[in-house]
């Protein structure tokens, strides 16, 4: 659990235009933090959706994005399913934070993650984390 960091314009684009929702009517006028709800209702339906199409197993699926973060909560049968569940998210145009809410029925330990320094090795790396 925790909150991850992505790069925003890197990954899918699953909304096809990044744009405003076109209005029901041509008569309603959205004012700007309208169009920003129904984009951001929209962009978690289809992050939803991506879930569902990746065939990830979360019960009680739910999906709220505020600007670039998406906070994304259910239950998981194990932690290597909601950590691809927050990689499948993170790695999405526009989201650039996932704060995963996830509950795991079967507990394990945490993929570590690194971000790679210049002068890093692939060596000096893995014997941080594996040892000799």
Request: no cysteine; charged share 30%.
């Amino acid at each position: 659990m925790g909150l991850f960091d992505f790069v925003k314009d890197a990954g899918a684009k699953i909304l096809g235009k990044e744009e405003e929702p076109e209005p029901q009517s041509k008569t309603v006028d959205y004012s700007a933090e309208e169009r920003k709800q129904l984009n951001e209702r929209r962009q978690a339906m289809a992050l939803v959706k991506l879930v569902e199409d990746f065939g990830f197993s979360v019960e009680e699926l739910s999906i709220k994005v505020d600007d670039d973060l998406a906070t994304v909560s259910g239950k998981v049968p194990t932690q290597e399913e909601g950590e691809k569940v927050v990689l499948a998210i993170g790695n999405t145009a526009g989201i650039a934070r996932v704060d995963n809410q996830l509950e795991v029925a079967e507990q394990a330990a945490e993929a570590q993650y690194y971000t790679v320094q210049s002068g890093d090795s692939l060596s000096a790396i893995a014997k941080k984390y594996y040892g000799d």
